[in-house]
């Protein structure tokens, strides 16, 4: 069971800490979630145009304390559920996928700490977190793997009571900004490639360099960079033991991240569904558009059904990680995966489906309010981020454990 869920959203920490509001009172999850979408939608041009990190939406989730949502209230966190994580995610989708990405990634990450960090290291960064003072990237991917999870080729060499980074990473969401890294790498008594190990470095223990430009087609706003890092850190600041990085994976990595990034992703499409449905039921938008038309109607209906769809499995899927169940059978697995595989494809299918809905204007021009173009190309990403092919792979496999097809 993750600590995610069974904790309820409580009160912000006292004393003047990010989580307290302007006027000092301590702000409910929605009034957080609203800091952060303001700060988001202010800067979206200026994030989108130039491919740049939403710093100031980042500094509202710190202010905000929303960087601490799976901290404990004991450690000065918000003690959020999966639940909140879910609907957080969603929220902030709803104006920016790159923010809810963002957001969802970190709490993935902060939740590895809360459930495997050695005490001392873990009450360190929990207060971090919980103050805001600790944005977490995350580095799994690697050249020559691609995003094979469970494996890593960068050997972590130990010396006396030390570890040294010497890691590449291909893509690294908010690394020029991120306060800390959740790194894998190869285990130092390794004898196979999945012998894995995660370990957590300061910002200030490495040295991080820039390999190369971010231009994607999407998700720009997520600055998500190559890096070199390099550096020595304190044997402690291993994440469970040597070699559990599989452990971490089944019980945190991989559901919180299926849960995070398919809330993210189905906040994108019904916040774009949202504002076609505004634009036609305005009398001044919709001149352009036929309401009467049986074409338009049914492509609505199908774009919903999709996203309906999508809700329905991320809320099953939500309510098994958060019953506690051991995720690590079959049937979970599958569920987990599906989760992702779906919400991928139907995300992107119904806001594809919006562009042929509303035509040209206001489905393909960048600057419609509609923002299909933009939502478009982001989602596109969906696909791609942990591919759809590895995951089906891994299911054929799981498929064949679980002959008497048991639905989780
Ligand atoms: C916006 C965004 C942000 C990201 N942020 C981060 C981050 O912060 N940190 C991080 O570590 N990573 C990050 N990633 C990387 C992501 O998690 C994936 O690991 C990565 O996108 C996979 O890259 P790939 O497509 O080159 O590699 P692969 O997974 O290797 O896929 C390459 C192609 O090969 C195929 N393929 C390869 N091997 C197999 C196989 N065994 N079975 C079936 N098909 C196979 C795939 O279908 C795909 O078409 C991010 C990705 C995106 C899109």
Redesign the pocket.
Same mark, same amino acid.
């Given at each position: 069971m993750t600590s995610a869920t069974a904790k309820a959203v409580g009160p912000a920490p006292d004393g003047g800490t990010p989580a307290e509001g302007r006027d000092g009172s301590t702000p409910d999850l929605g009034q957080r979630i609203a800091a952060v979408t303001r700060a988001a939608e202010e800067h979206l041009d200026e994030t989108e145009r130039d491919a740049v990190f939403p710093e100031h939406a980042l500094a509202e989730m710190r202010r905000t304390g929303l960087l601490g949502l799976l901290v404990p209230v004991e450690y000065g966190g918000l003690g959020g559920t999966v639940t909140d994580l879910v609907d957080v995610s969603m929220a902030l989708g709803r104006t920016d996928m790159?923010v809810a990405?963002i957001l969802a990634?970190h709490c993935q990450q902060s939740e590895a700490i809360v459930r495997y960090a050695a005490s001392g290291l873990r009450e360190e960064l929990l207060r971090q977190l919980a103050s805001g003072h600790l944005y977490l990237?995350? &580095? @799994?991917?690697?050249p020559g793997?691609?995003?094979? $999870?469970f494996r890593s080729y960068a050997p972590l060499r130990e010396g006396e009571d030390t570890l040294e980074i010497n890691r590449t990473?291909?893509? &690294? @969401?908010?690394?020029t900004v991120a306060d800390g890294f959740l790194i @894998?790498m190869r285990s130092p008594q390794a004898t196979a490639d999945h012998h894995v190990s995660l370990v957590y470095a300061h910002r200030h223990q490495l040295r991080v360099e820039g390999a190369g430009v971010w231009c994607?087609m999407?998700?720009r706003a997520?600055h998500?960079v190559p890096l070199t890092l390099t550096g020595t850190i304190p044997a402690r600041q291993v994440i469970g033991e040597h070699g559990a990085f599989h452990r971490i994976a089944q019980s945190v990595f991989g559901p919180l991240?299926h849960l995070g990034w398919s809330a993210a992703w189905l906040g994108t499409a019904a916040g774009a569904l949202s504002r076609v449905l505004r634009l036609l039921r305005d009398p001044a938008g919709r001149k352009r558009l036929d309401l009467g038309s049986e074409l338009l109607m049914t492509r609505l209906s199908r774009a919903r059904a999709r996203l309906d769809t999508v809700h329905a499995l991320l809320r099953r899927t939500e309510a098994l990680v958060a019953s506690g169940a051991d995720l690590s059978a079959a049937s979970s697995q599958l569920l987990l995966n599906n989760l992702k595989i779906t919400a991928a494809e139907e995300c992107y299918r119904a806001v594809d489906l919006l562009v042929d809905a509303v035509g040209l204007r206001h489905g393909y021009l960048q600057d419609s309010p509609t923002r299909l173009e933009k939502t478009l190309r982001d989602l596109r990403?969906?696909v $791609?981020?942990?591919?759809?092919?590895?995951l089906? $792979?891994a299911d054929g496999q799981l498929c064949l454990l679980d002959p008497g097809v048991r639905f989780a």
């Open positions: 790159s990405m990634m990237a995350s &580095v @799994t991917t690697e793997k691609g995003g094979h $999870l990473a291909p893509i &690294v @969401t908010g690394g @894998t994607p999407g998700m997520s998500s991240a990403s969906a $791609l981020n942990y591919s759809n092919d590895r089906h $792979l």
